[in-house]
């Protein structure tokens, strides 16, 4: 039986009269997104006074869960606890996986994460057992397929602090990546607050075949839509295409949704997830599914005429799509095989190559792997074996235990393969590389999600490569990028494209050790944060704001191109940070580039003249009470979904980001600190500003709707106004004079 199963049948039982009143209100038929946020809005379909307009109107849900990972979790529950609320008013999960970092193999790098993270793990544990939060040890899987296997449910409507939750569009969830601060607000039972989604409608037409699979699509569609193409938005699919594709590899679409940049991803209720439910013990939920069916897809007036109610329209032809490869340093650079190992010898980029990596959270199902092993296993008949390092990371450790029970772990051995643990080492900076020194250029290829420059191994001379699991293991067997292996032979054998088994015939091997339900009344469970910490530390409310301080104000830096996320707060080592945002700070935006001198993390201080790390000269500029601002270009913070990004410059001074576009998320989370979030009125003001600029920005004429002047003022007398546009409303405004959400919640 699921997890939450009562929760699940409210929802259900609720369906259809909010679909109902939806219809009503809207005088239309209706997308499948659509009805499942009407069905969570806060209140009725029927109280509201008008339609929200879509990318502009702010709407207050009602998530039915929240889901955190380690890393993430740690911040969220410090804010938590910083609110003084008892217990979480919704099902709140807390899994570890992102500190566990790969290096030797599955067995002693779960061994050694234990002991490294001790403190952190018993931290988070011990706060899940307080506050009634169902807690997932290390070893029991990545967030992502843990949820998949147990939470997700069609129709729900789920909040995660991380990026990658839209897995559960998968399951015909509506999954949300969010901070810390977004997912206290739920646990604490208050509205939660959206922005009402755009619709991008996908039609899937035609049927998978030969090399291509579910991953294919979403890199195609990365390469149509580009980073920031989906930002704002849903993406749903529809379409007699979707029946090309199992559950998990509708995960595994949803879920690289995050690259870009849309809200969430989302397919419709099928047999599909039916068959994914049972087998995953949760025939309950699949029963419950199947008669409110009707309501868990798009209408048919909006599937035979998308065009009339989507705000966006892309067609796939699935029969005549090819394996695709996105990269290197971004997501959305997307070639057909046949024009990518051209463009390897075009670009000179190194074609040998170094690693292959399956697994993760996206592509860790049973099908991939057992895709995989199929490959593997004709190719070790033959005689062949990888000729690049080889690696596998199993999604959770019913998917671990369950293809080693079949036999796949063995086949994938079989050909050079070696197994990590169930965690996200390789994808998020945790992956200790021996084969090559940070400098030289490389090649790597995997199934992840993400490559920004240094994030799989700190390097920034890897060049990371995006593809099929499939695409991966035919790579890894030539060890040559410029070898089209579905169309070349490897030393005379040709290899076949594989077929796969959707779900294990003898069922999964349930993970009975991975989780720990909270004691029933945690009142007297203690949770203890040394003072003398390197790791935690209790967190201090923000400031409210003084209107003095916002005039001339240096710019700390001046970003240059692409700066996301791993930009402005870095992964992999920093991790063990992240309860700890005095010492986290010592990463803020370290790899940014200055545009003054092209350089990362040497910037300017205006009281000294002299160059220095850009945490060094924020931390100086603090100590004398001079506030401070950054600049940057498109798209600034896309990427993961870490508030930390957002705190550090808040904790040492920031005031404001101002820039030419902000990705969702990170513009949210700014917000939530205290932090103004600024755009450009006019992107060609960016030019205007000057290393050695003062400005200044008159907070008393912050309102909802209307722009606000920025004063520049230039080191040899001249001046400039310029305009500015926020997207705040009159509640955020209000985090905003609190100091932070946070201080509004905890009533500061």
Not at 137 to 155: C, D, M, R, S, T
Not at 192 to 217: Q, R, Y
Not at 367 to 393: C, H, N, P, W
Not at 469 to 497: H, M, R, S, Y
Request: proline fraction near 5%; glycine fraction near 10%.
């Amino acid at each position: 039986m699921a997890f939450d199963i009562s929760m699940i049948r409210k929802v259900y039982d609720g369906l259809a009269q909010r679909v109902a009143e939806t219809r009503t209100l809207v005088a239309r038929p209706l997308t499948l997104a659509e009805k499942i946020l009407y069905a969570h809005i806060d209140g009725t379909p029927a109280q509201l006074q008008n339609v929200p307009a879509r990318g502009q109107a702010y709407v207050d849900f009602l998530p039915d869960r929240v889901a955190m990972q380690d890393a993430t979790a740690q911040m969220a529950l410090l804010q938590f606890m910083s609110a003084g609320i008892p217990k979480v008013a919704v099902p709140s999960t807390v899994h570890c996986d992102h500190l566990i970092r790969a290096e030797h193999g599955a067995q002693s790098d779960l061994a050694n994460s234990l002991i490294e993270n001790d403190e952190v793990f018993n931290f988070l544990g011990s706060v899940s057992n307080k506050y009634g939060i169902g807690f997932w040890k290390p070893g029991a899987g990545i967030i992502h397929q843990v949820v998949l296997e147990n939470y997700a449910f069609p129709g729900g409507m789920m909040i995660g602090t991380d990026s990658h939750t839209p897995n559960a569009g998968g399951l015909g969830m509506i999954a949300i990546g969010v901070g810390g601060a977004d997912a206290v607000d739920v646990m604490a039972g208050l509205p939660w607050e959206l922005k009402m989604p755009k619709l991008i409608g996908v039609k899937l037409t035609g049927k998978m075949n030969g090399w291509t699979s579910a991953k294919d699509v979403i890199l195609k569609l990365a390469g149509i839509l580009t980073v920031k193409g989906g930002t704002g938005a849903i993406v749903e699919y529809f379409g007699e295409g979707c029946a090309s594709f199992s559950a998990t590899g509708k995960g595994t679409i949803c879920n690289m949704g995050a690259e870009i940049g849309a809200t969430t991803s989302i397919f419709p209720f099928d047999e599909s997830m039916a068959r994914y439910l049972e087998s995953t013990d949760r025939a309950d939920v699949a029963d419950l599914a199947r008669q409110v069916a009707e309501h868990l897809r798009a209408d048919d007036e909006v599937i035979a005429n998308p065009e009339e109610y989507y705000d966006q329209v892309i067609h796939i032809d699935l029969t005549s799509l090819e394996p695709h490869i996105n990269g290197p340093f971004t997501p959305d650079r997307a070639m057909p095989i046949s024009e990518f190992v051209q463009a390897v010898k075009q670009n000179n980029w190194p074609a040998e190559l170094r690693v292959g990596l399956i697994g993760s959270c996206t592509n860790s199902s049973y099908e991939d792997m057992s895709r995989v092993a199929e490959i593997a296993d004709y190719a070790a008949q033959q005689g062949l074996k990888t000729k690049s390092e080889f690696t596998i990371t199993p999604g959770s450790e019913q998917v671990r235990a369950t293809i080693e029970r079949d036999g796949i772990l063995a086949k994938l051995e079989s050909v050079g393969g070696t197994v990590l643990a169930n965690a996200c080492g390789p994808c998020i900076g945790q992956w200790k590389r021996h084969d090559v020194q940070k400098g030289d250029r490389n090649s790597i290829i995997t199934s992840f999600n993400r490559n920004f420059t240094s994030r799989n191994d700190g390097n920034p001379e890897t060049h990371a490569f995006v593809a099929s699991p499939e695409t991966v293991i035919g790579f890894a067997l030539t060890g040559d990028l410029t070898v089209d292996f579905t169309k070349q032979p490897i030393n005379g054998i040709a290899l076949n494209p594989p077929i796969g088994t959707e779900l294990p015939q003898g069922g999964f091997v349930p993970d009975a050790n991975g989780f720990i339900a909270p004691a029933e009344d945690g009142s007297a469970v203690q949770v203890v944060i040394a003072p003398d910490s390197n790791r935690l530390q209790k967190l201090e409310a923000f400031k409210a704001p003084n209107p003095e301080e916002y005039n001339n104000m240096p710019v700390l830096i001046k970003v240059k191109g692409k700066c996301t996320t791993d930009h402005i707060s870095m992964a992999g080592p920093w991790l063990r940070f992240r309860g700890h945002l005095d010492n986290i700070s010592n990463n803020m935006l370290i790899g940014a580039i200055n545009y003054a001198n092209d350089t990362a993390n040497s910037v300017k201080n205006i009281f000294t003249g002299e160059y220095n790390e850009v945490p060094a000269v924020a931390r100086d500029y603090k100590a004398r009470g001079t506030a401070w601002v950054v600049i940057g270009e498109e798209n600034y913070g896309e990427g993961s979904s870490r508030e930390h990004a957002a705190m550090e410059p808040r904790f040492l001074g920031g005031k404001a980001i101002i820039v030419k576009s902000f990705a969702r998320i990170h513009e949210t989370n700014l917000k939530k600190q205290g932090m103004l979030p600024l755009t450009f009125v006019n992107p060609a003001d960016y030019d205007l500003i000057r290393e050695d600029d003062k400005v200044s920005i008159d907070i008393a004429t912050l309102k909802t709707g209307e722009n606000i002047n920025l004063t520049i003022n230039h080191s040899d007398g001249t001046t400039h106004t310029i305009e500015l546009k926020h997207t705040m409303n009159q509640q955020q405004i209000g985090w905003f004079k609190a100091g932070s959400a946070l201080n509004l919640i905890a009533g500061r």
